[in-house]
Every structure is written in structure tokens, then in C-alpha cells.
């Protein structure tokens, strides 16, 4: 299963709301698809899981949506924390796979 | 608290073999599938495979069955991934993280796994 992540790169301001996109090769369940926030040299850190479900400690400034092949994270109210790769996985048919990822910069 | 640390960075010459550790701690270790992804400078995570301590089970990537091994010991709670012989392509991050949940598994494939909801720091792997 492929999942193809779009846009690559993105600069943005404080404050500022974004959605990101990850279309999947092949229909998912909903339960099996995860957003990771990944920084420079770090282990990913789980966002989202289920498409739609926060995990422990995310704040709710972070949100998942979609279902089948197309799914999305939004982040509003951007901070400059945010800077980071974000990353979509599937879990649901081995090999578990995981798109590219969107850069996004905060100026 | 759930906690999976890793062993440090390693430099190593082509045709070398490797062992990385992952050590876990915080929750019952047999019953967790743990799974290693493999980051090559400025790429992507792959998927490398996976172990289940309580039996032993291992599944691969098939881009990687032949390559590595994987294995559990449950007397320290830790997991290890074996590399046969190194190549300088397998310079790379190598990260472990824990599956939260178990799914199912046929000879060939396994489907509707729980997600990687804790990861180690990653090792450096320099070949």
C-alpha cells in the first residue's frame, strides 16, 4: 500500500491553520491510519491514530479526518514548535507503510 | 511509563554483522508485537519487521527477509535486530517501537495491527 502525502513543503506564519493530505494507494479502514510528527534526528511521536483519535497528551490544536483513501490532518493555530515532518502511516496490510511526509517550516 | 531505549550509535566496515538492542520497560513485554523501521539519510521510514516475545514469531518486509534477524529475550524485557553482513547502504536511523495492539497473521501476511505508539530514540548505524 502506498500512501502519497501532498504538499511536500510548507512555509507558514503563527497562527496560520493547515491541512494536510494523505492519499492512500488502496481502501483502509478508518482504525488503521496514523499521523506522526517527526523533528530532525528524533524518533517519530504519535498525533493521531484511527484517522480521527488524539492521542495521549496531544493537544487539540491537532485533528485527523477522513476515511478510505483519503485522509487529512489539520493544525490550527500554528506555533513555532510546529516545525517538523509529518507523516502518515498505515497499519492495516503488512508491509505497514508510510508516506514521504510534509515538511512544514514555520517563519 | 512505557519506555524503550536503544543501544548507541555504531561505525562498522561493509561485510561485518551488527546486533541492535532495543530495551523495554513499563508494561508486560511478552504481550506486544515490536517492530523495526529502518531511516536512511533524508528518506522516508520503512518497515524492517516485527517480533512477538511470547512466541517468538518474527514477520519481515519481504525487502528484507535474508538480510536480518530479529529476536526476543524475555529475561531482560529486550529485543534485538541482527544484520548479517553490513553494506554501506544500510546506513541509516534505526528505530524499535511497540505495536499497541495485536492483529492477525497468515503464513504470508498480517493485517489490522495496533499503531506504533512507543519508539525508541533511534540508532545511528555508519557502514
Known amino acids: 500500500i502506498v500512501l502519497t502525502q501532498s504538499p511536500g513543503t510548507l512555509s507558514l506564519s503563527p497562527g496560520e491553520r493547515v491541512t494536510l493530505s494523505c492519499k492512500v494507494s488502496?481502501?483502509?479502514?478508518?482504525?488503521?491510519l496514523a499521523w506522526y510528527q517527526q523533528k530532525p534526528g528524533r524518533a517519530p511521536i504519535l498525533l493521531i491514530f484511527?484517522?480521527?483519535n488524539r492521542a495521549t497528551g496531544i493537544p487539540d490544536r491537532f485533528s485527523g479526518s477522513g476515511s478510505g483513501t483519503d485522509f487529512t490532518l489539520t493544525i490550527n493555530s500554528l506555533e513555532p514548535d510546529d516545525s517538523a515532518v509529518y507523516l502518515c502511516?498505515?497499519?492495516?496490510?503488512?508491509?505497514?507503510?508510510f508516506g514521504l511526509g510534509t515538511r512544514i517550516e514555520i517563519k | 511509563e512505557v519506555q524503550l531505549v536503544q543501544s548507541g550509535a555504531e561505525v562498522k566496515k561493509p561485510g561485518e554483522s551488527l546486533r541492535l538492542s532495543c530495551a523495554t520497560s513499563?508494561?508486560?513485554?511478552?504481550?506486544?508485537?515490536i517492530g523495526w523501521l529502518r531511516q536512511m539519510p533524508g528518506k522516508g521510514l520503512e518497515w524492517m519487521g516485527m517480533?512477538?516475545?511470547?512466541?517468538?514469531?518474527?514477520r519481515y518486509n519481504p525487502s528484507f527477509a535474508g538480510q536480518i534477524g530479529l529476536s526476543a529475550d524475555k529475561s531482560i524485557a529486550t529485543v534485538h535486530l541482527q544484520f548479517y553482513s553490513l553494506k554501506a547502504s544500510d546506513t541509516a536511523m534505526y528505530y524499535c517501537?511497540?505495536?499497541?495492539?495485536?492483529?492477525?497473521?497468515?503464513?504470508?501476511?498480517?493485517w489490522g495491527f495496533g499503531v506504533f505508539d512507543f519508539w525508541g530514540q533511534g540508532t545511528l548505524v555508519t557502514v
Open positions: 502511516h498505515q497499519y492495516w496490510s503488512s508491509p505497514w507503510t
Open positions: 488502496q481502501r483502509i479502514s478508518n482504525t488503521y
Open positions: 484511527g484517522a480521527t
Open positions: 513499563g508494561y508486560s513485554f511478552e504481550n506486544h508485537w
Open positions: 517480533t512477538y516475545p511470547a512466541d517468538h514469531d518474527n
Open positions: 517501537a511497540r505495536h499497541k495492539g495485536a492483529g492477525y497473521c497468515s503464513t504470508a501476511n498480517c
